[in-house]
């Protein structure tokens, strides 16, 4: 066999490789902390599930059926912390870059991360205690004023 035919053979063979790893979809770890400690922070993946997310039923009032992200919750309600670890399937220009902090009624907080690649959800995050969530709220309308 030639050099050039040698050559395109494991061209082919690295395109269909990587075709039928899209076509599997991304990987995400998949637990909640509630049932399984491990799934908090620090994280312990030994023995804990992932999830081909193109196996997973996609939710009904979602336009695209395929989940393109993974995800990180970590939610704190009134003073007790869960983390949730699942697929995604809505993009954000933040995703793989920055958290969203979302603060609700009755001291409830949540951190909400995603990023776009193979088990990427298992990265540590820390939610900011009342005091510090309050002067951030505080600051941002000044912020947004400069």
Do not use: W
């Not at 075709?19 to 312990?44: Q, T, V, W």
């Not at 007790?80 to 902090?101: P, Q």
Request: hydrophobic residues 35%.
């Amino acid at each position: 066999m030639s050099q050039i035919s040698q050559r395109i053979l494991i061209l082919a063979g690295v395109l269909t490789v990587l075709s039928f790893k899209g076509a599997l979809g991304i990987m995400c770890y998949h637990c909640n902390s509630e049932f399984d400690p491990r799934c908090g922070d620090p994280f312990d993946d030994y023995s804990l599930g992932h999830l081909n997310c193109s196996m997973k039923p996609s939710p009904d009032h979602l336009q695209n059926p395929e989940a393109v992200v993974c995800r990180k919750i970590t939610q704190k309600v009134y003073g007790k912390t869960r983390v949730l670890r699942d697929c995604g399937y809505i993009r954000d220009d933040r995703d793989d870059r920055e958290c969203v902090k979302r603060l609700g009624t009755h001291d409830v907080q949540a951190l909400y991360c995603a990023c776009t690649t193979d088990l990427c959800n298992s990265a540590p995050t820390t939610i900011l205690s009342n005091k510090d969530s309050n002067i951030f709220m505080k600051a941002l309308p000044l912020a947004l004023t400069l």
